[in-house]
């Protein structure tokens, strides 16, 4: 049975002073301010944002690069991040210049057509801060401005010329835990970031910042406080060390004003701690942006024992159910199950049906009207109970997005199949700052479901019929962020082979592939500068595509090698 090995799962410590943060001085020529207009309707030669555009949809328009000829792609420019562990942030790109992150809170900004740096920002970490996930998933634009969340839990902005910083904000204190990974959203004046830290027995929140003078202007905390909705679901004071992180950025519905944001799982992992649904933990949740009140949400599963963390954020888009078009909600979701919610015209949220798109053997079955799920009971681990399922902890999509494309219809989605896993839990104490999971690392197990011939997979499957239309496998897993684009093809990395690849969106046909330096597991994007389309990746491996390898591999008996450090690659056509 295999163990994970986790790399020094430890503690994070105090220092008594802010982090030095340094910047290699440069300047871009003739920026242009990025507008809430731009963001609503960005173009198609740019890259404004963490998935292209607020629907959360990773699609671009761009065809120059298409089906009949990406054979021809190939490298135009790299740089060099000199940093290893997990670059999983895309390359932003505004008008000709890109801006990408990094672990170790570091900023490039770069000529998107050239790779020439303009500037570099770096925040130096505090010694003693241990990163439990040392990555950094981008920036956000606004006006003048580039977004950067941190490691140490700060909200920095900096001019877009130049790299200088304009003023940094405490998140929350790092000292008890939280730290932030995500690519902050930028919508009316507001950057808005969620938290990380549930392993430490956080509380978790959503908050929004001005983007002028970094001041907060609303805080939603994901677990309701005394004398709120939602509040009698937690027994005692559970609440106050409950977890529901929320570290995947949000999509957000212009038209009605409402942010969406995916809300991980509960702490500490075994439900035994914390009886109750545990809202809104495992849930999507609905802010009206103005203000911050929590209009609606749906718990895709509650009381949750897995570590199936649900923070991937939903996607808005098209799905016909009979005579009637929704504007829906879709979720593949950690849990194996592909869910279809609709948004009410009161910002409450509706189940419309749900069903696994992997193997899963937890759900007995799913209410028609509500979509409240029903486990079987030998699939529920506890304190001192060990119990199998499937997925694994890692779930049937983790944090990587998946993609909608408007021109086939249909949703693609990384997911990782027939991976299993197993928990016991252990009574453990609340410390601040210190791990609470209620389980030992030597009792979390991963396994293959006999006879299996693969692990990873890119499903395409068409919403309104609720057909998946193609499957391409993989031996391994797949931690690859989906690009779909107006060229009839998707993008995508997340194999330990070191492949980036482009397959036809309509069949699924690998048309081209290219090994790069280390694992692809970053978020594609496409842009266009004087009239020539690119396409740009990180490549660097670590973090969580790492260690679910090193668990394969103690289940196999192999030892799989794939080479580390950062580096940004940029491709076009062979002119």
Same mark, same amino acid.
């Given at each position: ?11 994070? %410590? ?8 340094? +910047? ?22 740019? /890259? ?12 671009? =328009? ?12 190939? =490298?135009?420019?790299?740089?060099? !991040? ?29 000529? %998107? ?42 909200? +920095? ?60 202007? /609303? ?18 004071? !559970? ?14 519905? =212009? ?13 500490? /992992?075994?439900?035994?701690?914390? %009886? ?31 570590? /199936? ?15 009637? @078009? ?37 759900? !007995? ?42 021109? @086939? ?50 499903? %395409? ?5 609720? @057909? ?47 090994? !790069? ?17 690119? +396409? ?23 030892? @799989? ?6 580096? +940004? ?7």
């Amino acid at each position: 049975m295999a163990k994970l090995k986790f790399h020094h799962l430890g503690v994070a %410590a105090v220092i008594g002073c802010l982090p030095f943060a340094s +910047v290699q001085a440069g300047e871009v020529p003739n920026y242009r301010d990025v507008s809430q207009e731009r963001l609503e309707d960005p173009e198609p030669h740019n /890259w404004l944002m963490y998935r292209g555009n607020y629907e959360g949809w990773g699609y671009s =328009p761009l065809a120059e690069i298409n089906s009949g000829n990406v054979d021809t792609l190939r =490298p135009v420019w790299t740089f060099s !991040t000199g940093v290893t562990e997990g670059h999983q942030s895309p390359p932003i790109v505004n008008d000709g210049v890109m801006f990408i992150t990094t672990p170790q809170n570091q900023v490039f900004a770069l000529d %998107a057509r050239t790779g020439e740096q303009y500037w570099r920002y770096q925040r130096e970490i505090p010694e003693e801060l241990f990163q439990l996930h040392p990555t950094n998933r981008g920036v956000g634009l606004y006006e003048d401005k580039v977004f950067v969340a941190t490691t140490d839990a700060f909200l +920095v902005a900096l001019e877009a010329k130049t790299g200088k910083v304009l003023w940094e904000t405490a998140v929350e204190d790092y000292k008890t835990g939280y730290y932030l990974t995500l690519a902050p959203l930028t919508v009316d004046g507001l950057a808005i970031v969620g938290v990380s830290g549930g392993e430490y027995g956080i509380r978790g929140f959503v908050a929004a910042y001005d983007v002028d003078s970094g001041k907060e202007v /609303w805080k939603r905390h994901t677990i309701p406080g005394p004398g709120e909705p939602g509040h009698d679901t937690w027994e005692g004071d !559970t609440w106050k060390t409950g977890g529901a992180s929320a570290w995947i950025t949000g999509t957000y519905d =212009p038209d009605t004003k409402i942010l969406y944001w995916g809300i991980g799982n509960a702490a500490p /992992w075994m439900p035994d701690n914390r %009886a109750g649904d545990n809202l809104y933990a495992n849930s999507v949740i609905a802010i009206n942006v103005d203000t911050g009140e929590l209009v609606g949400h749906h718990q895709y599963h509650w009381n949750e024992a897995w570590d /199936w963390d649900e923070v991937s954020a939903p996607i808005l888009m098209p799905v016909k159910r009979g005579n009637k @078009t929704l504007k829906a909600l879709v979720h593949p979701a950690r849990n194996g199950y592909l869910w279809v919610l609709e948004p009410r015209a009161n910002g409450t949220i509706g189940f419309v049906d749900a069903e696994p798109y992997v193997r899963q053997d937890v759900f !007995t079955s799913i209410d028609g009207n509500t979509g409240r799920p029903t486990y079987h009971p030998d699939r529920i681990p506890g304190i001192g109970r060990k119990a199998d399922f499937c997925p694994s902890l890692w779930g049937g999509k983790d944090w990587p997005p998946a993609a909608y494309n408007p021109q @086939t219809g249909l949703l693609y989605i990384p997911a990782n199949d027939n991976l299993c896993g197993h928990l016991t839990g252990k009574a453990e104490e609340y410390k601040p700052g210190q791990l609470y999971l209620t389980t030992a690392i030597a009792d979390i197990g991963l396994t293959i479901f006999p006879g299996s011939d693969h692990i990873g997979e890119i499903q %395409a499957w068409n919403m309104d019929s609720r @057909t998946e239309q193609w499957t391409h496998n993989f031996e391994f897993h797949n931690w690859g962020p989906i690009l779909t684009t107006g060229g009839n093809l998707v993008f995508a990395g997340g194999t330990n082979d070191r492949y980036f690849r482009a397959f036809d969106a309509t069949s699924g046909e690998v048309l081209w592939q290219f090994k !790069t330096n280390s694992g692809v597991a970053a978020v594609p994007s496409t842009f266009e500068v004087n009239g020539v389309q690119y +396409v740009a990746v990180q490549s660097g491996w670590g973090v969580d595509p790492q260690r679910v390898q090193g668990a394969i591999d103690g289940q196999l008996g192999t030892k @799989t090698e794939v080479p580390q450090g950062g580096v +940004v690659w940029v491709f076009a056509l062979d002119r």
